[in-house]
Nanobody, 124 residues
Framework: QVQLVESGGGLVQAGGSLRLSCAAS????????MAWFRQAPGKEREFVAAIIRSDGSALYADSVKGRFTISRDNAKNTVYLQMNSLKPEDTAVYYC?????????????????WGQGTQDTVSS
């Protein structure tokens, strides 16, 4: 089992920045990649970014490319999401996820483990 705990959410004005953290514990060695998803009110959960644990390769949703950066610190078993130039449409609950399989990165159904979510609100 793997446990994920997010932190760092909050309220920020449009154009501002937030950094989310996701600390993993448990059977870390089984993790192939970690990712961030988000769910806005009344919408389905969507992929934001993913990172391969071994080599740090990253993938981003088009909506956040150039504004968000995903990174990892394997020594701390932590993944980060640096969010810059935030827009009101970035308002959502952000979830950290992890999986063991090496197939796919963007489908939430492929992920084995989820954090509890952290609310990020961007005011206009």
């Amino acid at each position: 089992q793997v446990q994920l705990v997010e932190s760092g959410g909050g309220l920020v004005q449009a154009g501002g920045s937030l950094r989310l953290s996701c600390a993993a514990s448990g059977r870390i060695f089984t993790i192939y990649n970690m990712a961030w998803f988000r769910q806005a009110p009344g919408k389905e959960r969507e992929f934001v970014a993913a990172i391969i644990r071994s080599d740090g390769s990253a993938l981003y949703a088009d909506s956040v490319k150039g504004r968000f950066t995903i990174s990892r610190d394997n020594a701390k078993n932590t993944v980060y999401l640096q969010m810059n130039s935030l827009k009101p449409e970035d308002t959502a609950v952000y979830y950290c996820a992890a999986k063991s399989g090496s197939y796919g990165l963007v489908d939430e159904n492929d992920y084995d483990y989820w954090g509890q979510g952290t609310q990020d609100t961007v005011s206009s």
